[in-house]
């Protein structure tokens, strides 16, 4: 069974395929930081992978069975196939091999205390916000983020091994590996249909995550969440829940209210019915529920309520993350990694409660598995949207699939009434924007690709048309 100690450098020289991705790279920086020696592939530079560069990871462009000189370890991402000509070298070679997920389970159990997020929304928001509060508590913890945090400058944090905070995705099962002391979940849904066959599964592996942990272990979950429920039978150690206005939670949510910007404020009534008021500096209803989540979090595992409290009001967001890029004349270009029928529907949502022109929100659908398994939910999830303009499938990680594309779902929308069209390039897209917004619209990208790179293409180059 594979076992990893930090501090005993039993595998001096580790390389990583696929070590640009988010996750791998805030792994890679880590070890790098104790003095071990990485290696790495990824297809392209990115400035996630220069900053590795600059701290001393040796990383190929390619992945080519040339790049596997003789490391102790090789870790590698989900993305990666079977048949990736690195995964064959090394196990040819008979060095050990463990998958990203594998490894972050035995990297937990370094830490005195360590908080994994999962859920199917709201992982890099809770994480963060947890990041935030622990930064600038007395403790210095190490995180390691799905997204960039201004407070930390980028996606990790290396500090001691009394904390470790980081998400715990469920893809491809990952979380049947993980051991944290503190166990969030935030919510269950249908997601990643192209590994789990339907929601029974993904239930089934949460239940198995759950029983993985010992009788000291806390298990923090939104009891507001219906699929929630059905994993509470699998929890071991200790159950805490949350919910808003729930009476049977532990911890409820309480006095909600929203200023004119929809920015949330609410009393936390704690486990033992005293009660905390609480002020957000990001809007919507969903992110009361991530704020609750993390302040749990902290205050189970010690943090006074005063540094909860400020840090909590000054967080204000991640990148990405209903993030304001930049203004057009009178119209608000922002950008979100929402790429899930439940996630944009969220978050149009929030933004349509308080805007004063039109919505307008530019998807970018993320793989052809998941706009194929969640088609019809995708047609019904842009209903606070005034427009929906739809760019070409994202296929990341997946080979060219000729029965779904984006025209698709554009014409099952205009079939339901929608104001929907296709436009398939970032730059057709923008010159498109140009010409249609008016005054205080607000235009949205959204998804887990590059639609970012969209928005601020807007922005930029406004003064170019």
């Known amino acids: 069974m594979f076992e990893f100690n930090i501090d005993q450098h039993k595998y001096k020289n580790i390389h990583f395929i696929g070590i ?34 600059e701290n001393g990871a040796k990383v190929y462009y390619g992945q080519k069975k040339e790049n596997i000189n003789n490391p102790d370890l090789v870790v590698y991402t989900d993305a990666i196939a079977e048949d990736n000509e690195e995964l064959i070298a090394a ?104 590994y789990y066959k339907n929601l029974d599964n993904i239930i089934d592996a949460f239940k198995e995550y759950l029983r993985n942990q010992d009788e000291n272990s806390k298990t923090i979950l939104n009891l507001n969440e219906e699929n929630n429920k059905l994993i509470l039978d699998a929890v071991q150690g200790e159950l805490i829940t949350y919910g808003q206005e729930n009476d049977d939670a532990t911890y409820k949510a309480t006095n909600i209210t929203f200023d004119n910007l929809g920015r949330p404020s609410f009393d936390l009534v704690m486990r033992d019915g005293t009660v905390e008021h609480f002020e957000l500096s990001i809007i919507g209803r969903h992110n009361i529920n991530n704020a609750m989540a993390a302040i749990i979090a902290c205050y189970e595992n010690g943090i006074d309520i005063e540094t909860i409290r ?25 950008t979100d990694y929402g790429h899930h029928p439940s996630e944009i529907s969220v978050t149009l949502n929030a933004l349509a409660e308080h805007k004063k022109g039109r919505l307008i929100c530019i998807w970018q659908p993320h793989t052809y598995s998941r706009t194929k398994d969640l088609f019809d939910d995708f047609v019904e999830c842009f209903d606070d949207a005034d427009e929906v303009i739809v760019t070409d499938i994202y296929a990341a990680r997946e080979p060219f699939d000729p029965t779904i594309h984006s025209k698709d779902v ?56």
Do not use: W
Request: aromatic share 6%.
């Open 310 to 334: 400020k840090n909590i009001k000054e967080y204000k967001g991640l990148r990405r993350r209903m993030e304001v890029v930049g203004k057009v004349d009178d119209t608000v270009i922002m």
């Open 20 to 53: 640009g991705g988010i996750s791998m790279s805030g792994i890679a920086h880590l070890l790098l930081d104790k003095g071990y020696n990485i290696t790495g592939s990824d297809r392209k530079p990115t400035p996630i992978i220069d900053t590795l560069i």
């Open 91 to 194: 196990k040819k070679l008979d060095i050990p091999v463990v998958t990203r997920g594998v490894f972050l389970g035995k990297l937990m159990q370094n830490y005195k205390n360590s908080i994994a997020i999962s859920g199917s929304h709201g992982k890099s928001t809770t994480t963060s916000m947890i990041s935030k509060i622990l930064i600038n508590s007395k403790e210095n913890p190490t995180i390691l983020l799905g997204g960039e945090l201004d407070e930390i400058q980028g996606n990790v944090h290396v500090g001691t091994k009394d904390y470790l905070v980081t998400e715990a995705c469920e893809y491809k099962g990952n979380i049947r590996y993980y051991f944290p002391s503190t166990v969030i979940i935030l919510n269950i849904d249908q997601d990643h249909l192209d």
């Open 410 to 465: 554009v014409d099952a929308m205009v079939k339901k009434g929608k104001n929907a069209k296709y436009i398939g390039t970032f730059e057709e897209a923008r010159d498109y924007i140009y010409k249609d917004i008016k005054d205080q619209d607000l235009v949205l990208t959204t998804g887990c690709g590059n639609p970012d790179e969209l928005a601020r293409m807007i922005v930029k180059d406004q003064h170019k048309n």
